[in-house]
C-alpha cells in the first residue's frame, strides 16, 4: 500500500489498542459504516501493513520473571558467519526480539526466561555455544517503566 489516508490511520490506531474488535465495533469507533470499513480493513491487510494479529501475555503471570538485554560481540564479520549466528538466534525462544546494531556491539537481544538459574543456563549451554561470539554484556530489567507495541499514526 503505498498511502494510508487518515481513515486507514484511524483503523489502524483503533486495531493496535484491540485487534479482538470486529468490523462493525471498529466502523463504530471511527465513524465509518461497515461496508467501507470491511473494504479499507481487507485492503490494509493484503497491502502487508498488519504484520500479524497476536495476543500479548503479563510475564510474570506465565512465569517468566527475568528479563535481559544483551549487548553482543562478534569475533569475526564474514557473511556465513553473521548469517550462522542470526539463524541460531532465529532459533532461540528465549530471544524475544533481536536487532543487528551500529555501534560498540553488533546485535542487541531482548531474553526472557523464568528465573537466574534459566538465564545462566541460556548464556552458557545455548548463546556461548555460537560459533563467533566474541563479548556478551547483560542487563537486567528492574522495573518496565513503558512497553508499547502500537505506533503513533494520527
Given at each position: 500500500m503505498d498511502t494510508l489516508d487518515k481513515t486507514d490511520r484511524r483503523i489502524l490506531q483503533v486495531l493496535q489498542q484491540d485487534a479482538r474488535l470486529n468490523t462493525k465495533e471498529i466502523a463504530h469507533r471511527i465513524g465509518l459504516s461497515?461496508?467501507?470499513?470491511?473494504?479499507?480493513?481487507?485492503?490494509?491487510?493484503?497491502?502487508?501493513?498488519?504484520?500479524?494479529?497476536?495476543?500479548?501475555?503479563?510475564?510474570?503471570?506465565?512465569?517468566?520473571?527475568?528479563?535481559?538485554?544483551?549487548?553482543?560481540?562478534?569475533?569475526?564479520?564474514?557473511?556465513?558467519?553473521?548469517?550462522?549466528?542470526?539463524?541460531?538466534?532465529?532459533?532461540?525462544?528465549?530471544?524475544?526480539?533481536?536487532?543487528?546494531?551500529?555501534?560498540t556491539y553488533d546485535y542487541l537481544l531482548k531474553v526472557v526466561v523464568d528465573d537466574m538459574r534459566r538465564y545462566q543456563h541460556f548464556l552458557t549451554n545455548k548463546l556461548a555455544a555460537i560459533e563467533n561470539i566474541g563479548q556478551v554484556h547483560s542487563s537486567f530489567v528492574m522495573t518496565e517503566i513503558k512497553h508499547t507495541t502500537a505506533f503513533e499514526l494520527l
Open positions: 461497515v461496508t467501507p470499513t470491511y473494504e479499507r480493513l481487507k485492503k490494509i491487510e493484503k497491502s502487508g501493513v498488519i504484520k500479524s494479529y497476536v495476543t500479548l501475555l503479563e510475564g510474570d503471570k506465565v512465569g517468566k520473571t527475568l528479563m535481559a538485554f544483551c549487548n553482543v560481540s562478534l569475533q569475526l564479520h564474514s557473511q556465513p558467519l553473521i548469517k550462522k549466528f542470526e539463524a541460531a538466534i532465529a532459533g532461540m525462544t528465549e530471544v524475544m526480539e533481536c536487532y543487528h546494531v551500529a555501534g
